[in-house]
C-alpha cells in the first residue's frame, strides 16, 4: 500500500473511531513503520485495539501495524506541547525530511500555518 494511502486510511479510521469513541485528537504523526498520536482521555476502553482492528481490516497491506505499541498519559498543557514537538520532530530527525512543513502525513502544518485537517478541529488544539 502506498504511503499516501495508507495515510488517507489512518485519517479516515481515526475520524470514525473519534466520534465513535467521543475523543479528541489533538495531533499525529504518520512514519513509514508508526504513528504518533496524542488525543484526550476517551469516553469507551480499547482506543487503541479498535483504531488498530478497523485500520487492518481495510487494509490491503498486511501486517498493517507493528505488533506492539508505547502510550503513555499526558496531563499538563507543558507536556502536550513537549509531546507535539517531540512527534512533529520525528520525521526530521529520521532524515525523512529537512524541516517539519516538508512532511505531508502529520499535523504540524495545521498548528503553524492553520492549514485544515480532516478530523474535527477540537478545542483542545494548541
Known sequence: MEAAKAKDLFEDVLEGIRCRYEFQ???YVVMPEHVHLLVSEPGRESLAIELKLSAARRSERHPF???????????????????????????????????MEQRPWSTYRCYCDGEEWRLVADSTRI
Open 65 to 99: 501495524w507493528q505488533e506492539s505499541y508505547y502510550d503513555s498519559n499526558v496531563f499538563t498543557g507543558g507536556k502536550r506541547v513537549e509531546k507535539l514537538e517531540y512527534m512533529h520532530w520525528n520525521p526530521v530527525r529520521r532524515g525523512l525530511v529537512e524541516t
Open 25 to 27: 485528537a489533538v495531533g
